[in-house]
């Protein structure tokens, strides 16, 4: 039994570990723009969901220019106020084409 709990303890902590990390970042981002800043995985990422085969969740320009902002580190609110809010970038940045 003791076992039993062990795994189910272990998978929860990885499988929640990845979903915290996304709540971290919706965190930085409101404390950058104000509780009122809505942002969604979608703001960052290229898909909704990240690919079942590999777990891959690709960035999209936004995303990028905050990980390029970032560096090293994981990114923070100051990050988000260097890069701007989602809105903002989306006005600048350049059309992209498929």
Known sequence: MKKIMLVVLTGFIFW???VHADMM???AYKE???DDAKA???DC????MPKKDDGAHDPNDYGKAV???AGDQKPTADT???VGTIEDFAKTA???TK
């Open 45 to 48: 990422h290229v898909d909704r």
């Open 25 to 27: 970042q919706i965190k």
């Open 32 to 34: 950058a723009f104000g």
């Open 80 to 82: 988000y106020k260097k």
């Open 94 to 96: 350049p059309a992209t």
């Open 16 to 18: 929640a570990v990845p």
């Open 40 to 42: 969604k995985c979608i």
């Open 67 to 69: 990980i390029k902002s």
